[in-house]
Every structure is written in C-alpha cells, then in structure tokens.
C-alpha cells in the first residue's frame, strides 16, 4: 500500500489550499489526515469514513475532507487558513478494525503518506 499526499505550499493567511492523497494497493476510505508543526507532536486533523467526517475543533468549519472515489484519492480543503496551521500535513490509512473513538490515535493508522508542507504567512 503506498500513500502520495500533493497540494501542500505557501499562502497569505485567509487564503485556500486542497490538499490530496492517492492510495495505491487498497481503498482510500477510511482514511485521516495529521499534521506536525516545528517542535510539536503529530495531531489529528480529519477523517473519513463510510459512516461519515470528523474534525478536529481547531479545523472545524473551515476544512472539508472528502473522497473521490473514482481516483481513489481523499482531498482536504483548507479555507481561512491561520498561520497556526503551518505544518506538515500527513494521510494516512485509518485501520479497517477501528472503532470511532480510535480515530484521533495516530496508532490507529496502519499507512502514512510522506508529508506535504503547508505554509501559511501572516
């Protein structure tokens, strides 16, 4: 199974980016996104599932995770960005045993994608 996350760069806070992740080797759903800023430990940002999205607070309103089927890639909208969301940007495959309250664990995850850098300026 091998995960490529693109769509990372540089942007003005306020601004967008669309974030993606394509899965080779299995399907993409379900599926979550994390992100590492300097110095900090990895945190959850988004899953998807079958049953549903789930976000974490910080991002709540302002992303938008959602799969394309087709491609068999999740994509993550990012609007009104916040410098605070500098990081990178990390999918992952959610293991197919996990239960909801799992999703938030970074060891419930069996595949990573490499990282995608987001950047945003104040």
């Known amino acids: 199974v091998q995960l490529q996350a693109s769509g990372g760069g540089l942007v003005q806070a306020g601004g967008s980016l669309r974030l993606s992740c394509a899965a080779s080797?299995?399907?993409?759903?379900?599926m979550g996104w994390f992100r590492q800023a300097p110095g900090k430990e990895r945190e959850f940002v988004a899953a998807i599932r079958r049953s549903g999205t789930h976000y974490a607070d910080s991002v709540k309103g302002r992303f938008t995770i959602s799969r394309d089927n087709a491609k068999n890639t999740v994509n993550l909208q990012m609007n009104s960005l916040k410098p605070e969301d500098t990081a990178v940007y990390y999918c992952?495959?959610?293991?197919?045993?996990?239960?909801?309250?799992?999703?938030?664990?970074?060891?419930?995850?069996?595949?990573w994608g490499q990282g995608t850098q987001v950047t945003v300026s104040s």
């Open positions: 080797g299995r399907t993409i759903v379900p």
């Open positions: 992952a495959l959610l293991r197919a045993s996990a239960i909801l309250s799992m999703i938030r664990d970074e060891n419930a995850y069996d595949y």
